[in-house]
T-cell receptor
Framework: AQSVTQPDIHITVSEGASLELRCNYS??????LFWYVQSPGQGLQLLLKYFSGDTLVQGIKGFEAEFKRSQSSFNLRKPSVHWSDAAEYFCAVGVSGGYQKVTFGTGTKLQVIP | DAGVTQSPTHLIKTRGQHVTLRCSPI?????VSWYQQVLGQGPQFIFQ???????GRGNFPDRFSARQFPNYSSELNVNALLLGDSALYLC?????????????FGQGTRLTVV
């Protein structure tokens, strides 16, 4: 069965600073990988996804992520954080083929300070 | 176009009661998935329905059931509620069946069991 680990429960960064959120996955086959963002009281919004091809994927709101098969990682990055980026971020891995079971990590809560 | 809509937004129930949560997918989407998100955790997969048939089920007891209607809307039913069922219940709709299609999430139903 697949699993996702987000080692950082809470991260605080200054506005304008760079950001990297860590994600490690476990899955025997080629993974489908996702990053979602959840603002308080809101549902989940897809930031970006990796299915195949270029290992550096670009998403919305200036986010990018890099798939590293050798490290089983899919870290999320942003060069300059804005106060509106404060939210909870979830990494997820999807089962290929069959049905659509997506396994989420426990999330990383991002706080942005002025 | 309207996004994924869920009703009600908030609900308080007593232990032992039954609850029905509703989800309307984006127009044209035939696949609906349900997730449970306990406070401080990532969403956990409960069910996936496609073309009115159950296509996948997570590790949840038989107290949890769901169905999908001809118009592709869906209901999640939970019987004999326990305090531990208190969570945000998220519905996601997709155009197709496979994981490779993007999931769009509703804002969720916050269920509190007292």
């Amino acid at each position: 069965a697949q699993s996702v680990t987000q080692p950082d429960i809470h991260i605080t960064v200054s506005e304008g600073a760079s950001l990297e959120l860590r994600c490690n996955y476990s899955y025997g086959a080629t993974p489908y990988l996702f990053w979602y963002v959840q603002s308080p009281g809101q549902g989940l919004q897809l930031l970006l996804k990796y299915f195949s091809g270029d290992t550096l994927v670009q998403g919305i709101k200036g986010f990018e992520a890099e798939f590293k098969r050798s490290q089983s990682s899919f870290n999320l990055r942003k060069p300059s954080v804005h106060w509106s980026d404060a939210a909870e971020y979830f990494c997820a891995v999807g089962v290929s083929g069959g049905y659509q079971k997506v396994t989420f990590g426990t999330g990383t809560k991002l706080q942005v300070i002025p | 176009d309207a996004g994924v809509t869920q009703s009600p937004t908030h609900l308080i129930k007593t232990r032992g009661q039954h609850v029905t949560l509703r989800c309307s997918p984006i127009s044209g989407h035939k696949s609906v998935s349900w997730y449970q998100q306990v406070l401080g955790q990532g969403p956990q997969f409960i069910f996936q329905y496609y073309e009115k048939e159950e296509r996948g089920r997570g590790n949840f007891p038989d107290r949890f059931s769901a169905r999908q209607f001809p118009n592709y809307s869906s209901e999640l039913n939970v019987n004999a509620l326990l305090l531990g069922d208190s969570a945000l219940y998220l519905c996601a709709s997709r155009l197709g069946q496979g994981t490779i299609t993007e999931a769009f999430f509703g804002q969720g139903t916050r269920l509190t069991v007292v």
